[in-house]
């Protein structure tokens, strides 16, 4: 499916929050940042309004140079509690264009809008929405680049500001960026800017023309990198909050052991925690994770990306077992952790009809160990858990991190 890939910045922020709160600033220099002290004051600039941009000031310039350059301007020091709670605010109006957000910055944020043409509307329409909400709801304008990728969507965002909207349409990102200069990338800084102006390279377009040899001879491997992002090509995906939790849970033993029965039993164990924590947070996850210490205190871990998310001990508990299975063992192990990440809030629907008999018979196990633990606030434990000869208890385990 093709991508639709919003990126919105807020104008000016800090500068326009102050001057959306106080009506006499508006129209004017305003500087925000350390003192001036009549251009004797240390420190720099955090922003500053546009009316001030045309002095020449701009973010982390010494506030003594932007005190010279424009000396009727207002400054004021950064509230930055302010700022932030501003920030969740308009965060909250962009989360209900999709739930695949990516928050850059404190005024900075990605959303992935594929498929939303029956909701939104064409790429314009979407843009207009999301700039009408934000200004409306918190009377703040923002610029926003919508594309088919990150990289060219955050170029986009930057080419009309303020107030802008610029689209670039699928399949015409190599034309789109070819006329710009080479500093618009995103991710050439002014050392690669530098190198690539003395190649006589200034347009984006320049550089998408030069040899990859060329390229690769000059700057190794960041050379073919340039050159995708020349071309608009960026196939990275949002890195959303949710893909960035995690959750685990680990044992230290208090006796290293290497027996295989007593590890998988503590694997069911870890899993079955990971597990009712993950729908406590009405969660699903997609990637396994499995840590091992053992008694030289050497530490290893191992993961595995499934084909779809879940919240049930019984695909965790299988998942890390394969894991634990496929690392070779010489040594007793002292720690043996589990853990889940790649998750996604409960709306992943997992389809009934993947799953087989066992699998919703154990789920049916799951609900009834996490209504258990809510009436009672104990865990009770799953009847393999227990074995025949040897239960946990003759092998203590040492719930405590940071002891292994
Ligand atoms: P930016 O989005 O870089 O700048 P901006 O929103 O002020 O202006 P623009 O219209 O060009 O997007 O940064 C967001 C906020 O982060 C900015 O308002 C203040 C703060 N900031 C600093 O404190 N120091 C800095 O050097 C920069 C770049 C930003
Ligand atoms: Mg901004």
Redesign the pocket.
Known sequence: MEKRIVHV???????AVEQRDNPSLRGKPVI?GASPRKGTGRGVV??CSYEARRFGVH??MPISRAWRACPDGIYLS?DMSKYSVESKKIMEILAAFSPVMEKI????AFLDCSGTEHLFGDSRALGQSIKEKILSERGLTA?VGIASNKSVAKIASDLE??DGLVICPPGEEAAFLAPLPVNRLWGAGPKTVERLEKMGITTIGELAAFSEEGLARRFGRWGARLRQMALGIDSRSLETENGRKSISEERTFSRDTGKTEILEKMLLSLSQDVAAQLRRKKMKARTVHLKLRFSDFTTLTRSRTLQRYFDDTVTLHHAAGDLFRSVPRFQKVRLIGVGVSGMEEGKVYIQPSLFGENRGKSRKVDRVMDEVARKHGKVITRAGLLGKKESLSSNKVDKKKGRG
Do not use: G, L, V
């Open positions: 910045d807020m104008d000016a922020f800090f500068a925000i955090s922003t973010s982390a950064p910055s404190i005024d900075e610029s500001k303020p």
